[in-house]
């Protein structure tokens, strides 16, 4: 039978993490704050790090019952962006600031598991939305998800439709960490035959002096526009936007889609304006934006040589922006690079770019797997 009206105050047992300032380190035991959590996962891309010693401190010998984290807690985001559940892994080790709270599900009242989704639900985020006003930063206190509603269904019902939902996950991450695989093989070829200079037929190839050092014979020194010509993207302001399925590339990636491309694929992006340094290899036709940088051409290159000698470049270092981050193209498309034959980057692109072929076809999975879990999720939540 279904349960009375809960909220996560009686179902669950609420905290937060440590309000103390604590000294950074180098390495030692991660220490995440509010945006560390996205989409259901740790995001690792800037993290921090505390002493061992200071870990103990505040953390593993606390006071408090719901400082430390737990394996089935679930950590929330309450600072910024509100409202990131992040259920707590076995593997998992680290300590959070206060911009976090940890929600610990009473076993006889609620799953860990399916609390996750139903934070993630409609009637939960819906509700979230209402208590934080409506905004889409801000704070929300403790006290204010104590009153957020919980789960009401049975015990066993929560655990099937947990069941359920999970196996899409567990998807997921399989797909992403085969993807990953394929990628740092990609990466792994580039730099054994352009790098180390390891190619197929190496031991038979004469090397010469050149500007770079020793390079083999039939290589050249050229310049970085000889291998691609950067571009700047193309205005699209979003009331002019038609619904489609063409991906539209700002300088932080993908920002919204259209019903039209300006550029077919496949293709390299980078940032102009605003967020410089991330590259991305784009396989199908896509529409760059005025604050991306795009490869209008590939004068003695395959797309695959240029993406990666693009993404070996430390383009923030060519920041020429003052108050936004600014990338101009003229500043590095005379920076000297090896141009290797043509017929051996033709067999690059078939090698790497069968990996990333396959990548391809892993991502566009999990963008089916999301979607279906996503239509899943609140039909299985209410009761």
């Not at 934080?132 to 930063?137: E, M, N, R, S, T």
């Not at 960490?177 to 394929?182: A, E, S, T, V």
């Not at 290159?301 to 003052?322: H, Q, R």
Request: proline fraction near 6%; charged fraction near 20%; hydrophobic fraction near 40%.
């Amino acid at each position: 039978m279904i349960l009375e009206s809960q909220t996560i105050g009686k179902s669950c047992e609420v905290g937060d993490g440590t309000h103390s300032k604590i000294e950074r380190e180098d390495s030692g035991v991660l220490y995440l704050t509010c945006r560390n959590f996205k989409d259901g996962r740790v995001d690792y891309s800037k993290v921090y790090y505390i002493s061992e010693k200071n870990f103990t401190k505040y953390f593993k010998n606390g006071k408090k019952a719901l400082i430390c984290p737990q394996p089935g807690d679930l950590v929330f985001s309450i600072i910024g962006t509100i409202g990131e559940p992040y259920l707590v892994r076995d593997t998992d080790r680290f300590g959070i600031s206060s911009s976090v709270a940890i929600v610990r599900s009473k076993p006889e009242n609620v799953d860990p598991m399916f609390l996750y989704y139903w934070m993630r639900g409609p009637k939960f985020q819906s509700a979230l939305f209402a208590t934080k006003g409506g905004v889409a930063q801000g704070y929300v206190s403790l006290e204010m998800i104590k009153s957020l509603p919980a789960p009401t269904l049975p015990l066993p019902t929560q655990r099937k439709i947990a069941g359920i939902l999970s196996a899409y996950d567990d998807l997921i991450e399989n797909n992403l960490r085969r993807i990953k695989i394929l990628e740092e093989m990609a990466q792994s070829l580039y730099r054994e035959w352009f790098v180390h200079l390891r190619f197929p037929g190496h031991d038979s190839v004469q090397f010469i002096d050149s500007e770079l050092g020793q390079i083999p014979n039939g290589w050249e020194v050229g310049k970085l526009e000889d291998v691609l010509v950067l571009q700047r993207g193309f205005d699209l302001p979003k009331a002019e936007r038609a619904a489609g399925d063409i991906p539209i590339y700002a300088a932080s990636g993908i920002t919204g889609y259209h019903s039209e491309s300006k550029v077919k694929g496949p293709g390299i992006v980078t940032g102009r304006s605003g967020t410089i340094g991330q590259v991305v290899y784009i396989h199908e036709d896509f529409w760059p934006l005025n604050t991306a940088l795009w490869v209008k051409a590939f004068p003695r290159s395959e797309p695959l040589y240029a993406y990666f000698v693009l993404s070996s470049i430390d383009l923030k270092g060519f920041n020429s922006g003052a108050a936004v981050p600014t990338l101009n193209r003229n500043d590095i498309h005379s920076l000297q690079t090896l141009i290797p034959p043509i017929a051996l980057q033709s067999r690059f692109q078939e090698c790497a770019g069968a990996m990333l072929a396959q990548a391809r076809i892993l991502t566009l999975s999990i963008q089916n797997l999301r979607r279906t879990r996503d239509l899943l999720l609140p039909q299985l939540l209410t009761p």
